[in-house]
């Protein structure tokens, strides 16, 4: 079993930036791809950002690409999100996951999750 949390959200204003921190515990030992999601209020949940067991690959939603930043810190069993330039739309709560080997930006195929932190972007 892993356990995942995430912090670094919270409240900011239009323009401004977050980072998000993703701490992976429990069975640690191998890394995991490491995804983020957002969940955004009467909305489905939708891919963010995944980056690879190695860290040497990165993909991003089409949408956020330049504005988002996924990494890792496999010694610390940490994932990350930049995020700046941020906007009211992307206003969500954001989740942390993790998987095995699958390398995707489908929320299914990801065996854990974290429970989740609120960013909320004041325009």
């Known amino acids: 079993q892993v356990q995942l949390v995430e912090s670094g959200g919270g409240l900011v204003q239009a323009g401004g930036s977050l980072r998000l921190s993703c701490a992976a515990s429990?069975?640690?030992?191998?890394?995991?791809?490491m995804g983020w999601f957002r969940q955004a209020p009467g909305k489905e949940r939708e891919f963010v950002a995944v980056?690879?067991?190695?860290?040497?690959?990165?993909q991003y939603a089409d949408s956020l690409k330049g504005r988002f930043t996924i990494s890792r810190d496999s010694a610390k069993n940490a994932a990350y999100l930049m995020m700046n330039s941020l906007k009211a739309e992307d206003t969500a709560v954001y989740y942390c996951?993790?998987?095995?080997?699958?390398?995707?930006?489908?929320?299914?195929?990801?065996?854990?999750w974290g429970q989740g932190t609120q960013v909320t972007v004041s325009s």
């Open positions: 996951a993790a998987d095995r080997s699958r390398y995707s930006s489908s929320a299914r195929e990801y065996e854990y």
């Open positions: 429990g069975r640690t030992s191998s890394p995991y791809v």
């Open positions: 980056i690879s067991r190695s860290g040497g690959m990165t």
